[in-house]
């Protein structure tokens, strides 16, 4: 199916566990964004993405690593999950540099 | 530092009557705005944008104002429909440059009453 697809829906980890959150976009868009939401807060970005191989820091990319080896995707590591963590996630992708997005459905994560 | 402010946490208006969500920003170097409207459990959707260069951008039931001087944008949705309750983010780029990322607030929760 054409579009952009997060898995997994719902996640329940452990704190100091890794996690890897996926993104996947059949476009072959160049760009692509980790964002969270949470209560209080909106969309904050994490990570974003130029192309394959270029990534850039956004508003908290503390505790999180990114990788790009291939356009299509971005998956998002937590590398040792804490509670502040827990939120929803959403990735995005855009085929022109500052257009608009097109989002995922998002990532619910729990870290207990 | 908040680039683009949602002053209203929630808005509450009467189906059919006009809801009007505003935005305002901070960076004079955004030249393009956007609206995204999102349903729980559902990732944001595109609504509406405009550029820079216009005022007004008319889509259907959804305007969207901006007013430069004031760093101020406005989104009014005539007639409002209970389908329309939702979470409306407003978003800000600066498209020159290597700067390609939307800046969003913190979003308005729309409440549209039968």
């Known amino acids: 199916d054409a579009g952009i697809t997060q898995s997994p829906r719902y996640k329940i980890t452990e704190t100091g566990r890794q996690v890897t959150l996926m993104c996947h976009q059949t476009?072959?868009?160049?760009?692509m964004f980790w964002y969270r939401q949470d209560l209080g807060h909106g969309l904050r970005l994490i990570y974003y993405s130029a192309a394959a191989d270029i990534t850039d820091k956004g508003e908290v990319p503390d505790g999180y690593v990114v990788s790009r080896s291939k356009t299509e995707n971005f998956p998002l590591t937590l590398e040792s999950a804490t509670r502040s963590q827990t939120s929803v996630y959403f990735c995005?992708?855009?085929?022109?540099?500052?257009?608009?997005?097109?989002f995922g459905s998002g990532t619910r994560l729990t870290v207990v | 530092d908040q680039q683009v402010k949602q002053n209203s946490p929630s808005l509450s208006v009467q189906e059919g009557r006009i809801s009007i969500l505003n935005c305002d920003y901070t960076n004079s170097m955004f030249d393009y705005f956007l609206w995204y409207k999102k349903y729980p459990a559902e990732g944001p959707t595109f609504l509406i944008s405009?550029?820079?260069?216009?005022d007004k951008n008319e889509d259907g039931r959804f305007t969207v104002f901006l007013n430069k001087s004031a760093k101020h944008l406005s989104l009014h949705i005539v007639p409002s429909q209970p389908g329309d309750s939702a979470v409306y983010f407003c978003?800000?780029?600066?498209?020159?440059?290597?700067?390609?990322?939307?800046?969003f607030g913190k979003g308005t929760l729309l409440t549209v009453n039968p």
């Open positions: 978003a800000a780029s600066a498209r020159g440059g290597s700067n390609y990322k939307l800046t």
């Open positions: 476009w072959s868009h160049s760009y």
């Open positions: 995005a992708s855009s085929e022109v540099q500052g257009y608009g997005y097109t």
């Open positions: 405009i550029s820079s260069i216009k």
